[in-house]
């Protein structure tokens, strides 16, 4: 018998306001072979139902829009507080805007995408990041 490597599958915690959006997301990302324990409309749901979707652990990254919440002091500290502190993020916004995006420093931001999202570049962004970071695997 040949011994097998089982590649670990990339978990992702998907964050956005729009339903279609997030539908639109998740669509692609399972695509990719991305197991996604948690879609949100929001931080603040996405820290309250944290613990209740990661029974198989953490997840390897966030996957979210952009929040004015992010430049909010009070929410800063919540979030800081909370387990989601450690996880990498990739933000979403608007094409236009996706240059001028400045994150927080509390938040472990490892780019900023324009939506609609590109397949080819999210992918280079996690590789990428992957890569550096030895987070998991994934091709």
């Not at 990719?32 to 390897?60: R, W």
């Not at 500290?77 to 996706?98: E, G």
């Amino acid at each position: 018998m040949i011994p097998v490597r089982a590649k670990k599958k990339l978990s992702i915690c998907l964050v956005d306001e729009d339903r279609l959006t997030r539908s639109d997301l998740a669509h692609v990302l399972d695509n990719m072979d991305i197991y996604i324990p948690i879609v949100c409309s929001n931080f603040h749901e996405l820290i309250a139902e944290y613990l209740c979707y990661t029974q198989k652990g953490p997840p390897n990254f966030i996957i979210s829009e952009w929040y004015r919440d992010f430049a909010d002091p009070d929410f800063l500290v919540i979030f800081s507080d909370s387990q989601l502190a450690t996880i990498p993020i990739v933000i979403l916004t608007d094409a236009s805007r996706a240059k001028s995006v400045k994150p927080p420093p509390e938040m472990v931001i490892i780019g900023t995408l324009g939506k609609p999202i590109n397949r080819k570049d999210l992918k280079e962004m996690l590789t990428d990041y992957i890569k550096h970071k030895k987070v998991g695997e994934y091709d």
